[in-house]
């Protein structure tokens, strides 16, 4: 029986989809499926697809309906113990799924594994900013209260784990970060401490056109964390909206805005730009500046994502409308009984 299957959710992904597919079907490892879900494309991917002769290849074709619900249909119809992400505009490096099977079988009883990223094309400089540590360092963390920052098409998933734990949820662009932090509570993740998948960066992405919205939703997801850790209710999106809000640093959005035209504008080769993008990420603060170079010399450090969770304290009223708290809900996470998160 194969092990494992690579998902690929597909939304108008031309004129990136071929390298990227082809990255996948010249993988060292060939024992292996592919699922696509072409979620209502309307440029050439359909027929880009259609047009590729491989075995291991199926399609699933439906009416658009996000990414969030394309990943939940991807769990829903994949046929082997494993699901290995990848996005249609990225590239796997030839060994990535023999590492991934490597690791499946040293710990069969992992619920996600996940590898270091690249930024691509050449020349765009760097790595994915990558949580790193042991099961028990990114369970601690988000124990405290922090997020993780993976790179989503990094991840191999334990198909049966995920889906006890309610699959990807909310259609605010992290539904990635909102799944690993229940994944750390209740099974353990494992870094692959190698590159495997070279990261596109590109304007039209989900990351780029909506940063602001993104960091605003990425605070809701930490939001129901600390909700989850302390015993506490947490109000819907719309009702904490406001309050969130006015934990937006709106400086560092401006900071990573420009960081990320910078390393754009070096994979197009326009270096006077990417030279005159990365200035002015810089004089927008250079603190984060040194520590965005600090991560990248020392990737050890405990790189997390959201904000300190004192600060969420602040507007404890506003964001928790009963007062009483109970201490942080623990539990083992190998505990059969133990529930996923709740559901907002």
Same mark, same amino acid.
Request: overall charge positive; aromatic content about 10%; proline content about 6%.
């Given at each position: 029986m194969r092990q494992i299957t690579v998902g690929i959710p597909v939304f108008n992904a031309m004129p990136y989809l071929p390298e990227s597919l082809e990255s996948i079907l010249r993988q060292d490892y060939s024992d292996f499926q592919i699922l696509v879900i072409n979620d209502g494309s309307t440029d050439d991917s359909r027929e880009y697809l259609r047009s590729v002769r491989d075995p291991r290849l199926r399609i699933v074709d439906q009416e658009n309906r996000g990414l969030t619900a394309t990943l939940n249909r991807m769990l829903a119809e994949v046929r082997t113990p494993w699901l290995a992400r990848h996005d249609a505009d990225d590239v796997a490096y030839p060994q990535r799924l023999a590492r991934a099977v490597d690791y499946? /079988?040293?710990?069969?009883?992992?619920?996600?594994?996940?590898? *270091?990223?690249?930024?691509?094309?050449?020349?765009?400089?760097?790595?994915? $900013? @990558?949580?790193?540590?042991?099961?028990?360092?990114? !369970?601690?963390?988000?124990?405290?209260?922090? +997020?993780?920052?993976?790179?989503?098409? @990094?991840?191999?998933?334990?198909?049966? /784990?995920?889906r006890k734990l309610g699959g990807? !949820?909310?259609? *605010?662009?992290?539904?990635?970060?909102?799944?690993?932090? /229940?994944?750390? #509570?209740?099974?353990?993740i494992r870094l692959i401490p190698e590159v495997l998948t070279r990261y596109r960066q %590109?304007?039209?992405? =989900?990351?780029?056109?909506? #940063?602001?919205?993104?960091?605003? %939703? +990425?605070?809701?997801?930490?939001?129901?964390?600390?909700?989850?850790?302390?015993?506490?209710?947490? #109000?819907?999106?719309?009702?904490? !909206?406001?309050?969130? +809000?006015? #934990?937006?640093?709106? %400086?560092?959005?401006?900071? !990573? @805005?420009?960081? $990320?035209?910078?390393?754009?504008? =070096?994979? $197009?080769?326009? &270096?006077?730009?990417?030279?005159?993008?990365?200035? /002015?990420?810089?004089?927008?603060?250079p603190r984060n500046f040194v520590c965005r170079l600090l991560d990248e010399c020392f990737p050890r450090r405990a790189i997390t994502a959201g904000r300190r969770p004192v600060l969420f304290k602040?507007?404890?009223? =506003?964001?928790?409308?009963?007062?009483?708290?109970?201490?942080?809900?623990?539990?083992?996470?190998?505990?059969?009984?133990? &529930?996923?998160?709740?559901?907002?």
């Amino acid at each position: 029986m194969r092990q494992i299957t690579v998902g690929i959710p597909v939304f108008n992904a031309m004129p990136y989809l071929p390298e990227s597919l082809e990255s996948i079907l010249r993988q060292d490892y060939s024992d292996f499926q592919i699922l696509v879900i072409n979620d209502g494309s309307t440029d050439d991917s359909r027929e880009y697809l259609r047009s590729v002769r491989d075995p291991r290849l199926r399609i699933v074709d439906q009416e658009n309906r996000g990414l969030t619900a394309t990943l939940n249909r991807m769990l829903a119809e994949v046929r082997t113990p494993w699901l290995a992400r990848h996005d249609a505009d990225d590239v796997a490096y030839p060994q990535r799924l023999a590492r991934a099977v490597d690791y499946i /079988r040293l710990y069969p009883e992992s619920g996600m594994f996940y590898s *270091l990223a690249s930024y691509y094309p050449s020349p765009s400089v760097g790595r994915y $900013r @990558t949580t790193q540590g042991s099961p028990n360092e990114i !369970r601690n963390l988000v124990q405290s209260g922090y +997020l993780l920052t993976i790179c989503h098409p @990094t991840v191999i998933l334990n198909v049966e /784990r995920t889906r006890k734990l309610g699959g990807y !949820r909310f259609n *605010l662009h992290v539904e990635d970060a909102d799944l690993w932090w /229940r994944m750390a #509570l209740h099974y353990d993740i494992r870094l692959i401490p190698e590159v495997l998948t070279r990261y596109r960066q %590109n304007v039209q992405s =989900l990351s780029s056109v909506n #940063l602001e919205e993104q960091t605003l %939703n +990425l605070l809701y997801v930490q939001y129901l964390l600390l909700s989850f850790l302390h015993n506490r209710k947490p #109000l819907a999106y719309e009702e904490v !909206r406001n309050s969130l +809000l006015q #934990l937006v640093d709106q %400086n560092e959005i401006r900071f !990573r @805005t420009h960081l $990320r035209a910078f390393n754009i504008e =070096l994979g $197009r080769g326009n &270096k006077n730009r990417a030279f005159a993008k990365s200035l /002015r990420a810089f004089l927008t603060s250079p603190r984060n500046f040194v520590c965005r170079l600090l991560d990248e010399c020392f990737p050890r450090r405990a790189i997390t994502a959201g904000r300190r969770p004192v600060l969420f304290k602040v507007h404890e009223k =506003l964001l928790w409308r009963e007062q009483s708290a109970s201490c942080c809900s623990r539990f083992e996470p190998s505990s059969p009984s133990a &529930k996923p998160g709740f559901q907002p």
